[in-house]
């Protein structure tokens, strides 16, 4: 039987995160792998002797991180274990500048951005030459992302300097990039589970009261087919960030060509589920053991 361990983060306790992990312990069963929750408390503490003896002296065949404790992530892999997804693809993934950066000049349509400068002491005096800049190249309506976040909680559209500022005063040094704001995708976009190479499923999300379409924001959903184009632009962005799997949301340009939102390296899959009846737990886990038997083979033959 293979063994891995799923890692989660300590600190999240709440009924829905609790419930995803179930999920894919039970996805890890039926494909024969018995996967052990282990918390970040729990595996940090390895850095440490004799704690680090204790914690491998069974390694795992793989790891399963659905977290984004990247110091941590970086110590498995420095230890010689597999990581699904690897400690870079989540650490660009979680920061939103990063994605963007990462992303350039590779033919994938997005957002004209601007990333922040960093700050060490936020002062509006002396951030405002930056503002006239941003607005003169981007204009209003005007996207502030901050660049860590979840559920669409960290986006906020804003109309003129006065609101630019009065949220700026709010999030301080906290790192932000901005954005154009695509109206033709007001309310709406798309979220394309890619698992390997694969899109297992997809929804159109839309939300008549608010610009994001984020469903913890009280966006509905429906089960989309996705065209070409927006399984192209999924599949490309995954494999240039070497996910493994993530949720790929994508917004729809003046002409509905896909432009590129953002990336979700350990997306919730629950809503997807309710939408489409498609478990990408179970697609995760069989692409885990896919990949996890042929790195064996490899290394059996490389040894020969």
């Not at 940090?44 to 002797?49: A, D, T």
């Not at 950066?101 to 997005?110: A, E, F, R, V």
């Not at 109206?183 to 839309?206: F, H, L, P, Q, W």
């Not at 608010?210 to 995954?238: S, W």
Request: net charge negative.
């Amino acid at each position: 039987m293979i063994t891995g361990w799923l890692v989660v983060n300590h600190f999240v306790s709440s009924n829905k995160f609790l419930e995803i992990y179930e999920w894919l312990q039970t996805a890890g069963e039926k494909q024969g792998i018995n996967l052990i929750k282990k918390t970040n408390v729990e595996i940090m503490c390895g850095l440490y002797e004799p704690y680090k003896t204790k914690l491998f002296c069974t390694k795992p065949d793989f790891v399963l991180f659905w977290d984004k404790d990247i110091k941590l992530a970086r110590f498995l892999e420095k230890n010689g274990l597999r990581l699904f997804n690897c400690a870079d693809s989540i650490e660009i993934c979680d920061d939103k500048a990063l994605t963007h950066i990462n992303l350039l000049d590779t033919g994938i349509k997005m957002p004209k951005t601007i990333i922040g400068p960093k700050i060490f002491r936020y002062s509006e005096k002396k951030y405002s030459q930056f503002i006239d800049m941003v607005v003169d190249e981007l204009g209003f309506p005007l996207i502030v992302k901050e660049c860590f976040g979840s559920f669409g909680q960290q986006v906020h559209l804003t109309s003129n300097y006065d609101e630019v500022y009065k949220l700026m005063n709010n999030i301080g040094e906290r790192p932000v990039m901005f954005q154009e704001f695509i109206s033709s995708s007001c309310g709406k976009d798309i979220r394309i589970n890619v698992v390997g190479e694969t899109v297992v499923a997809a929804m159109y999300r839309y939300n008549d009261n608010d610009f994001r379409a984020n469903i913890t924001n009280g966006a509905k959903m429906i089960e989309y087919i996705p065209d070409a184009h927006q399984i192209e632009l999924a599949v490309k962005v995954c494999k240039t960030l070497n996910l493994d799997f993530a949720g790929v949301d994508i917004l729809f340009g003046e002409n509905n060509e896909p432009i590129l939102c953002e990336v979700n390296s350990n997306a919730h899959f629950k809503s997807i589920y309710d939408c489409t009846g498609v478990n990408v737990a179970d697609f995760i886990l069989s692409d885990v053991v896919a990949k996890v038997y042929q790195s064996s083979i490899t290394a059996v033959n490389s040894c020969s």
